[in-house]
């Protein structure tokens, strides 16, 4: 058992909140394609503030700004190869260095977004791209091989829509046994994800993979969590992962989101996550570090 399980095993513990919406909100326009990976390159000391606010909030586990951040993407900018891999590795670096700053010991996961990330359109939020495994291993192993030389302590799979991404991933994850990974789907409802497949069956095709050390859900809408997390432990003993976003609707268009939402989660929802078996409880788009240290106050109580 790794340190990092053996430490989930003692939670509840609070993870960090959303990153570009907290960019956004200290007047930094992620309107171009790059999103919140152009920081990397053009303001990194941005992205580590970010982090150091939501380790003053509770946070436990901050997640690097890779998450739509690939060679594709930093070179369709005229970027080299090199330049593109030292920008996805200074996301790791720039964590690290606030995590060793905190009070308290924080861990750092690296975000691998989805595929459909890099497309620029929100594909992360109905999957189905149209390209073959191979392509979406290929994808994803780059970025991986990239993330794991520069040693974060977990991969965080975020966001993931498609369960056949989810296989890809779980090809390339077996490559890096000694690296814990969360799988977190994108979903719909109360059964699916957002490709359209039942969120149980990201229970059947992790169960096997044992550096897959928690699966859940992020950025999707807080009141369907309970219902997808109670299918999940019918077929599934692993700890849970957590992090909704605020309960607005992305418009892939014209970059914003849309509707009415919440800038924190509801403490009953909690509680009733945590009595499923979720060990990391955190936010994404729309909910900040406020949310963040109102689920540390809640989840040291339950400790």
């Known amino acids: 058992m790794s340190a990092f399980e053996e430490w989930l095993a003692q939670g509840p513990w609070p993870i960090d909140g959303g990153l570009s919406g907290e960019l956004e909100k200290r007047g930094h326009d992620l309107s171009d394609d790059l999103w919140s990976a ?53 996301s790791v670096v720039l964590a690290r260095r606030v995590a060793q700053e905190a009070q308290h010991h924080v861990w ?26 191979s392509e979406l291993v290929s994808f994803h192993r780059e970025r991986i091989a ?6 974060p ?24 046994p000694d690296i814990p990974a969360w799988i977190t789907m994108s979903c719909s409802d109360g059964t699916h994800t957002c490709a359209g497949q039942l969120m149980s069956d ?46 607005r609707i992305w418009d892939g268009d014209n970059h914003a989101w849309m509707g009415e939402g919440n800038d924190t989660l509801d403490a009953s929802a909690i509680k009733q996550w945590e009595a499923l078996g979720t060990s990391l409880i955190g936010g994404c788009c729309g909910l900040g570090p406020v949310a963040i240290h109102a689920i540390d106050n809640q989840l040291t109580a339950l400790r």
């Not at 359109?121 to 109905?126: A, S």
């Not at 977990?154 to 994850?173: G, H, K």
């Not at 897959?212 to 219902?227: D, F, L, M, R, S």
């Open 146 to 151: 990239v993330l794991a030389q520069v040693q």
């Open 202 to 247: 990201l229970a059947v095709v992790t169960r096997d993979h044992a550096n897959v050390v928690a699966i859940g859900a992020n950025c999707t809408k807080p009141e369907y969590i309970t219902e997808l997390f109670t299918l999940l432990r019918e077929k599934s003993s692993k700890p849970f992962v957590v992090y909704p976003n605020a309960g």
């Open 38 to 90: 152009r920081l990397l390159r053009d303001d990194p000391e941005s992205i580590a503030q970010v982090h150091r606010d939501y380790v003053a909030a509770g946070a436990r586990v901050i997640i690097t700004a890779s998450y739509q951040a690939s060679r594709r993407g930093f070179m369709t900018t005229g970027l080299s190869q090199m330049q593109a891999d030292e920008l996805i590795a200074k």
């Open 153 to 176: 302590d977990l991969f965080a799979c975020e966001t993931i829509p498609d369960i056949a991404e989810v296989n890809a991933l779980l090809e390339v994850l077996v490559d890096y």
């Open 108 to 133: 750092v996961a690296a975000s691998v977004g989805p595929y459909g990330a890099v497309l620029e359109g929100g594909q992360e939020y109905h999957g189905n791209y149209g390209v073959s495994h």
